[in-house]
């Protein structure tokens, strides 16, 4: 009479197991949105692409480089992937400028800025990382008359370390 | 029972379509010595169902033999189930563990070179290295509403074109 029930919870637990199995596997199968969405369009003329994936940023955050690089070089080692794609045909960056709105607002990214740079309108979205201040992929979408430019970063990302870059720039050049 | 009805319950019998009443009936009647001719022809059958009926098996401790069989039969079945599900189980554990913290994907490294082989044609990790600084520091400037973003994005598109000299 046990061995009935062993066997029977040996098999629920293998369920159970293999159900985290697949679904972790698909979050974490999960790739950057230009990739996801946007790689139909890497073939076409008028649009350039870059992609530089997990591999890459890792090699690049161990390179040897000047010390006012390390912050750079901590941030690429957060990274899983960076994601460009560039167009300056007016057509193609209409649509594609369309569709990257229209994923985002399906998608649960979330819309943390939004501004006007003479003619260039900039958008900044986040989609939220499984901690509270973790970022899973920043894009930044810009879309100018006839062009537009989608960035893309995923990783494990802390705007704040982003938004330091920039300041620590500054802040060398006037030191410096 | 009148021939008649004899006649009839063969019928449904050999049609497979009699009730178990008129079966002991039938099983009944050819027990009997003196069988008319008509039915004699299926005499020989429903002795044989008797025959068998009756036969007692002379061996008592059988049926304990048996289910000892059985049982230890079911046992060994069980646990040879169990280590099946359980090598089953390592292996997609082994898997789905390599899958996820494997740096080296082989999907993901084929993908990786085509990407890399079709978009820098020239560029070293050092090029690679400075377009992604461009890229990062773009983002930072915007985060942080630095009025100099939108020479960091002409830079950068200047830059992606660079990387990219099969498109332009």
Not at chain 1, 31 to 49: A, K, L, P, R
């Amino acid at each position: 009479m046990i061995l009935p029930s062993i066997n029977n919870m040996a098999q629920q637990i293998c369920s159970y197991i293999i159900l985290f199995i697949c679904f972790s596997n698909l979050s974490f199968g999960q790739q950057d949105m230009i990739h996801e969405y946007f790689n139909h369009y890497t073939q076409e003329d008028g649009v350039s692409h870059i992609y530089l994936g997990k591999d890459l940023l890792q090699l690049m955050s161990r390179m040897k480089q000047a010390e006012a690089e390390e912050e750079f070089q901590k941030l690429m080692e957060q990274l899983t992937s960076l994601s460009i794609l560039s167009s300056d045909s007016s057509q193609l960056s209409d649509q594609i400028y369309r569709e990257a709105v229209s994923m985002m607002n399906h998608h649960n990214y979330q819309l943390i800025q939004q501004y006007l740079e003479g003619d260039i309108k900039i958008s900044y979205y986040r989609l939220p990382g499984s901690k509270a201040r973790k970022t899973k992929e920043l894009v930044m979408l810009s879309k100018g008359q006839n062009n537009c430019l989608v960035l893309s970063i995923t990783g494990n990302i802390k705007l704040e370390d982003i938004g330091r870059l920039a300041r620590g720039m500054y802040l060398k050049k006037i030191v410096g | 029972m009148t021939h008649k009805e004899i006649h009839s319950y063969l019928e449904a019998f050999w049609r497979g379509e009699s009730t178990l009443e008129q079966e002991a009936a039938l099983k009944s009647y050819f027990e009997e010595q003196d069988i008319p001719a008509a039915f004699k022809q299926d005499q020989p059958y429903f002795e044989y169902l008797l025959k068998e009926q009756a036969r007692k098996l002379n061996n008592p401790a059988f049926d304990q033999k048996l289910i000892k069989h059985i049982g230890g039969g079911t046992k060994r079945l069980m646990w040879t189930n169990f280590v099946k599900m359980a090598a089953g189980l390592s292996l997609l554990i082994a898997v789905g563990w390599w899958y996820q913290h494997s740096d080296t994907h082989p999907e993901a490294a084929i993908t990786e070179l085509q990407h890399l082989r079709q978009h820098t044609v020239d560029a070293d990790s050092q090029a690679a290295y400075e377009l992604a600084r461009e890229a990062l520091l773009m983002l930072s400037k915007g985060i942080s509403q630095d009025s100099t973003q939108l020479q960091q994005l002409e830079h950068l598109k200047q830059e992606i074109k660079d990387f990219d000299p099969a498109k332009h």
